[in-house]
């Protein structure tokens, strides 16, 4: 009778795609906390799986990044004749980053020095220290910590603390470098996010709420122009030079979709968010709005479709409150800061290509464009338009998180013709950066 019942549920499970288990089973942990991920993959035994359930378990497993592969099955227990058990099978990368590099784009060369660990105390939590260097400015620190996907990927709460010394070229609307700017700042920022959805047993949040608090001191800022290229003693239209000590609070609502699948290098899905609210500065409320989208696409087995947009305002007359578009982080072949303003708008195209996958070393190509404008107004935000093209070549080493060489070269499509190399490591845009 008994094994008449058990071939029923057997039979039962074919019918409708679902396995019964009684239990899970892990395999492989060496530094992951096996409560923790007890707790992310979050079923409640006994439970029914289906294949498509197992398939997006080991997508979720994935896509923290921490795992270099995933295997979920169901398999037998080898305790209790009959039963089954789901087995997760991986093996770990290596997280804990000493951060020495360099980045170079547009004229400006960057220098970081730092630790980090995206997976400290086997939890996914992220803690990070560095220094930065802009060019010859003083060294400046970042403290940050974060539980980017606490409770099985439902909150994020993350901290910053941020000392910044960086000059960098004061470019006019011609193109011309006609000095350099020099600021001084200390920044912190809290940002917590919730699930929209306040179904305890959706697994896939991927509607979240909530925002952050900013504040930012701001030391008097300094032009000094170069004599060769200028008589004037103040910075080009539309950079606001800070003459005294400043204090401004954000306070910014904000709302983020998330449905992105990580597979290590390569990214599938789409990620939007939207912060808006009052920058409160001196006894005055001033606005802030930006909206930025991440979408990426697998297809063909090794090739990434990458897409960024960027579109952002503000009514602060401040240069911690500008867009400064250039090759560092936003449009590859213009100098850093070429094109500035409180009203901007960017995107970046990527058609990216795995060509080869070592045990030890992945090689990605990629074709891009970029384009973007910015200025003191829309109106003017459009007439400063460019855009770039380019390729480049991504060296990855996939047994650790994150240690990847990227070299691009860009030259114009409009405006000036300038074209220029940019160097870093990892991706140019990427939407889960540590910081």
């Given at each position: 009778?008994?094994?008449?019942?058990?071939q029923?549920?057997?039979?039962?499970?074919?019918?409708?795609?679902?396995k019964?288990?009684?239990?899970?089973?892990?395999?492989?942990?060496?530094?992951?906390?096996?409560?923790?991920?007890?707790?992310?993959?979050?079923?409640?035994?006994?439970?029914?799986v289906?294949?498509?359930?197992?398939?997006?378990?080991?997508s979720?497993?994935?896509t923290?990044?921490v795992?270099?592969?995933?295997?979920?099955?169901?398999v037998?227990?080898?305790?209790?004749a009959?039963q089954?058990?789901?087995?997760?099978?991986?093996?770990?990368r290596?997280?804990?980053?000493?951060?020495?590099?360099g980045?170079?784009?547009?004229?400006?060369?960057l220098?970081?020095?730092?630790?980090?660990?995206?997976?400290?105390?086997?939890?996914?939590?992220?803690?990070?220290?560095?220094?930065?260097?802009?060019?010859n400015?003083?060294?400046?620190?970042i403290?940050?910590?974060?539980d980017?996907r606490?409770?099985?990927?439902r909150?994020?709460?993350?901290?910053?603390?941020?000392?910044?010394?960086?000059?960098?070229?004061?470019?006019?609307?011609?193109?011309?470098?006609?000095?350099?700017?020099s600021?001084?700042?200390?920044?912190?920022r809290?940002?917590l996010?919730?699930?929209?959805?306040?179904?305890e047993?959706?697994?896939?949040?991927?509607?979240?709420?909530?925002?952050e608090?900013?504040t930012?001191?701001?030391?008097p800022?300094?032009?000094?122009?170069d004599?060769?290229?200028?008589?004037?003693?103040?910075?080009?239209?539309?950079?606001?030079?800070?003459?005294?000590?400043?204090?401004?609070?954000?306070?910014?609502?904000?709302?983020?979709?998330?449905s992105?699948?990580?597979?290590h290098?390569?990214?599938?899905?789409?990620?939007?968010?939207?912060?808006?609210?009052?920058i409160i500065s001196?006894?005055?409320?001033?606005?802030?709005v930006?909206g930025?989208?991440?979408y990426?696409?697998?297809?063909?087995?090794?090739?990434?479709?990458?897409?960024?947009?960027?579109?952002?305002?503000?009514?602060?007359?401040?240069l911690?409150?500008?867009?400064?578009?250039?090759?560092?982080?936003?449009?590859?072949?213009?100098?850093?800061?070429?094109?500035?303003?409180?009203?901007?708008?960017?995107?970046?195209?990527?058609?990216r290509?795995?060509?080869?996958?070592?045990?030890?070393?992945?090689?990605?190509?990629?074709?891009?464009?970029?384009a973007g404008?910015?200025?003191?107004?829309?109106?003017?935000?459009?007439?400063?338009?460019?855009?770039?093209?380019?390729?480049?070549?991504?060296f990855?080493v996939?047994?650790?998180y994150?240690?990847?060489l990227?070299?691009d070269?860009?030259?114009?499509?409009?405006?000036?013709?300038?074209?220029?190399?940019?160097?870093?490591?990892?991706?140019?845009?990427?939407?889960?950066?540590p910081?």
């Open positions: 009778m008994a094994l008449c019942l058990v029923a549920a057997h039979a039962q499970d074919s019918v409708h795609g679902t019964h288990v009684s239990g899970l089973k892990l395999v492989g942990l060496s530094r992951t906390d096996p409560k923790w991920l007890e707790g992310y993959i979050d079923y409640r035994f006994p439970a029914d289906s294949e498509q359930e197992l398939i997006d378990l080991r979720r497993l994935v923290t990044s795992f270099t592969s995933v295997q979920v099955s169901v037998p227990d080898p305790q209790a009959g089954q058990l789901l087995q997760v099978e991986v093996h770990e290596w997280t804990m980053i000493p951060v020495v590099r980045a170079y784009g547009g004229g400006t060369p220098k970081v020095l730092g630790l980090y660990d995206i997976h400290a105390l086997g939890r996914l939590l992220t803690l990070g220290a560095e220094t930065r260097q802009y060019g400015a003083p060294p400046g620190f403290l940050y910590g974060r980017p606490g409770d099985s990927d909150y994020y709460l993350g901290g910053e603390v941020w000392r910044e010394f960086r000059r960098r070229q004061a470019i006019d609307r011609g193109g011309t470098v006609v000095g350099a700017l600021t001084n700042m200390t920044l912190s809290l940002r996010l919730v699930p929209l959805s306040t179904d047993r959706e697994r896939a949040h991927h509607w979240k709420v909530g925002g608090v900013e930012v001191q701001e030391a800022s300094v032009f000094d122009p004599v060769t290229k200028t008589t004037s003693r103040v910075p080009p239209a539309g950079i606001a030079l800070n003459t005294a000590r400043r204090f401004s609070v954000k306070l910014l609502p904000s709302l983020l979709f998330d992105i699948a990580v597979d290098i390569e990214y599938d899905g789409l990620r939007t968010k939207l912060r808006l609210g009052p001196s006894g005055h409320a001033y606005s802030f930006e930025e989208a991440d990426y696409r697998i297809f063909g087995g090794s090739w990434n479709l990458a897409i960024r947009a960027v579109v952002g305002q503000s009514s602060f007359a401040s911690q409150s500008e867009y400064f578009l250039g090759g560092l982080d936003t449009i590859r072949g213009l100098p850093d800061g070429a094109i500035f303003g409180t009203h901007a708008a960017f995107s970046n195209f990527e058609l290509y795995i060509a080869l996958k070592a045990q030890h070393l992945w090689l990605q190509t990629a074709a891009f464009v970029d404008g910015a200025g003191p107004n829309w109106s003017d935000g459009r007439d400063s338009a460019r855009s770039t093209a380019g390729v480049g070549l991504r990855a996939p047994q650790v994150r240690l990847m990227r070299v070269y860009a030259w114009s499509l409009t405006g000036p013709h300038r074209q220029g190399l940019t160097a870093g490591i990892n991706q140019f845009f990427d939407p889960y950066t910081l």
